[in-house]
């Protein structure tokens, strides 16, 4: 079974960079047919889906967030991480990353996925 595990700062200045890190174990982030994503949620709003890499390393990414999102793999850590750029207080969330067996875009339906991370808490203020 996957398991994820976010980790990173809890805590950004506005127009910083946001870096996160999730762990995978229980599979090997490089090989198929394995997607992992990137979710987040605002508080009091809804889950927002912001970008997916492959097993192969392709991305694909938000319209809304794609010019401030990186996403990408450390294969040697089993690890994918998110950069999101140039963040202001509008960026806090709970920031997920999700595991699923085929290439979601845009949705954030849980049971669309096989495995969620617990979730990291990341506030943007100076």
């Known amino acids: 079974q996957v398991q994820l595990q976010e980790s990173g700062p809890g805590l950004v200045k506005p127009s910083q960079t946001l870096s996160l890190s999730c762990t995978v174990s229980?599979?090997?982030?490089?090989?198929?047919?394995?997607?992992w994503g990137w979710i987040r949620q605002p508080p009091g709003k809804g889950l927002e889906w912001m970008g997916v890499?492959?097993?192969?390393?392709?991305?694909y990414y938000s319209p809304h967030l794609k010019i401030r999102t990186s996403i990408a793999r450390e294969t040697s850590k089993n690890q994918f991480t998110l950069q999101l750029l140039s963040v202001t207080p509008e960026d806090t969330a709970v920031y997920y990353c999700?595991?699923?067996?085929?290439?979601?875009?845009?949705?954030?339906?849980?049971?669309?996925?096989?495995?969620w991370g617990q979730g990291t808490q990341v506030t943007v203020s100076s």
């Open positions: 229980g599979a090997s982030i490089a090989t198929g047919f394995y997607y």
């Open positions: 999700a595991e699923s067996k085929k290439l979601i875009l845009r949705e954030t339906d849980k049971n669309l996925y096989e495995s």
């Open positions: 890499i492959s097993y192969s390393g392709s991305t």
